[in-house]
C-alpha cells in the first residue's frame, strides 16, 4: 500500500438520532440523505485511482462504499479488525450516555454487557490497520468508523470529537505506519 483513503460512513438511521450501534449483526442502514453524502463521496474520489476498498462489518460501512464506488470494479474487503468498539448494554442507546460512561472510567475498563475497553480497541485497531499497511494494491479505500479512524488519525484520548461522514483523509504509507505506531506505543503504556 503506498497510500490509504479513509473515510467516515455516510449518516446512518442510527447516527441521524445520536444512539450507539456497536452490533454487526443488528442491520442499521443509511438515512436518504447518507445515501447522497455516500454518493457525493465516489464524485470526491471520481479520479482517484482506487484499487482495492476496506469496509467492516457493519451495513452502514458497506452501503457507503457500495454507493461511493458504483460503477467501478473495485474488490471489496471486511476486516474486522476496523469495527466501531463494542459497547455492551449502551448499544441501541444514547450516544451521550456511552460517551459520559467513557469518559468517567480508565481506558482497561470494559463497558457493563459485554462491552471493549478502549485499551482492547486501540490493540484491535492496531491489527486491522496493519493489514491495510499489508495491502500489496497501491491505493487502498477504507470505510469505517469516527473513532477507530480518529484513534489512528491522532492518536487515543479519553475524549475525541466525531469525524464528518464521507471526508476523505489521505495518509501517505508512512503517516499511517505512524499512527499504527502510535496505536500500538499507547496501547503497551496507555495514558489513561
Do not use: K
Not at 467516515?8 to 442510527?14: G, P, Q, T, V, Y
Not at 442502514?29 to 485511482?49: C, M, S, V
Not at 455492551?88 to 480508565?106: K, M
Amino acid at each position: 500500500m503506498r497510500t490509504a483513503i479513509l473515510a467516515r460512513h455516510a449518516e446512518s438511521e442510527f447516527s441521524v438520532r445520536a444512539a450507539v450501534s456497536s452490533d454487526p449483526a443488528l442491520r442499521v442502514g443509511l438515512t436518504p440523505a447518507g445515501e447522497e453524502q455516500a454518493r457525493g463521496l465516489g464524485r470526491l474520489l471520481e479520479d482517484e485511482p482506487i484499487d482495492v476498498c476496506v469496509v467492516t462489518e457493519f451495513e452502514r460501512t458497506r452501503r457507503t462504499a457500495e454507493l461511493a464506488l458504483e460503477g467501478r470494479d473495485v474488490e471489496v474487503l471486511v476486516v474486522p479488525e476496523l469495527n466501531d468498539p463494542r459497547a455492551g448494554r449502551f448499544d441501541g442507546g444514547p450516544l451521550d450516555e456511552f460517551r459520559a460512561w467513557s469518559w468517567a472510567h480508565g481506558s482497561a475498563d470494559e463497558p457493563p454487557g459485554g462491552g471493549e475497553s478502549r485499551l482492547a480497541l486501540a490493540s484491535r485497531l492496531a491489527r486491522g490497520y496493519r493489514r491495510v499497511l499489508e495491502r500489496p494494491e497501491e491505493t487502498v479505500l477504507v470505510v469505517g468508523h469516527a473513532l477507530p479512524m480518529a484513534y489512528v488519525l491522532g492518536g487515543p484520548t479519553r475524549r475525541i470529537d466525531m469525524l464528518d461522514y464521507v471526508t476523505p483523509h489521505r495518509l501517505s504509507r508512512g503517516e499511517l505506519q505512524a499512527g499504527v505506531d502510535r496505536l500500538e506505543a499507547w496501547a503497551a503504556a496507555p495514558t489513561w
